[in-house]
């Protein structure tokens, strides 16, 4: 029952360096996203995935960078840190949706976060 | 682009009191609605999900309403615990296009013992 997994769980930065958010997800879903979560805030979408080898940006993509070669892994990367990407940042998975006429349920499944201070 | 407002941003009342979270959203074009749950410095729990067709979902003490066409949703809470003590917020899918959830900015919520 792992669900969505995010590593790691905390990561202290210094300014102008790189790192790798890691999500991956163990139940088949095709849509996979990055959101990013300021204190007092809601989620602001970072990236998204349709399924392997489709991403798409969101609202605030500009600093990050995302791959999708398998369903089940869609890491984020951050290049050149800086303070204002000091925020905490979930992965979150869901099915695809149905047909024209479908009514399928896509609930949507979140990680535990990741928690990212840059210095 | 959709906004999604939930009100209040606060609230603190006394354990055994039933309340209402507000949640509105500007485009009515939605694909479903989903309410979560989030603890401090936690990930986030899904509480209930409502489709576009549905007008309400049930789980245990939580009651979950849309209405589509004026772009509300309210979260009943019966009975109110200390442990329902959390962070409540709002999220909605839309029908076309970029299929993310727009989240709104939550209700933090305080039981009283």
């Known amino acids: 029952n792992a669900g969505v997994t995010q590593t790691p769980k905390f990561r202290i930065l210094k300014i102008g360096q790189s790192m790798t958010l890691q999500c991956t997800q163990d139940?088949?879903?095709?849509?996979m996203y990055w959101y990013r979560q300021d204190p007092g805030m809601g989620l602001k979408l970072i990236y998204y995935?349709?399924?392997?080898?489709?991403?798409d940006k969101g609202e605030v993509p500009n600093g990050y960078n995302v791959s999708r070669s398998t369903t089940e892994d869609f890491p984020l990367r951050l290049e050149l840190a800086a303070p204002s990407q000091t925020s905490v940042y979930f992965c979150?998975?869901?099915?695809?949706?149905?047909?024209?006429?479908?009514?399928?349920?896509?609930?949507?499944?979140f990680g535990q976060g990741t928690r990212l201070t840059v210095v | 682009k959709q906004e999604v407002t939930q009100i209040p941003a606060a609230l603190s009342v006394p354990e055994g009191e039933n309340l209402v979270l507000n949640c509105s959203f500007t485009?009515?074009?939605?694909?479903?609605l989903q309410w979560f749950r989030q603890d401090p410095g936690k990930g986030l729990t899904s509480l209930l999900l409502?489709?576009?067709?549905?007008r309400e979902q049930t789980s245990g003490r939580l009651n979950a309403s849309l209405d589509k066409s004026s772009g509300r949703s309210t979260l009943y809470i019966a009975a109110s615990q200390p442990g329902d003590s959390a962070t409540y917020l709002c999220?909605?899918?839309?029908?076309?296009?970029?299929?993310?959830?727009?989240f709104g900015s939550g209700t933090r919520l305080q039981v009283q013992p």
């Open positions: 409502i489709q576009s067709s549905q």
């Open positions: 995935s349709v399924g392997a080898g489709i991403t």
């Open positions: 485009d009515s074009a939605i694909y479903n």
């Open positions: 139940m088949n879903h095709n849509y």
């Open positions: 999220a909605v899918r839309r029908d076309t296009g970029r299929r993310a959830l727009t």
């Open positions: 979150a998975s869901s099915t695809s949706f149905g047909g024209q006429g479908a009514d399928v349920s896509t609930e949507a499944f």
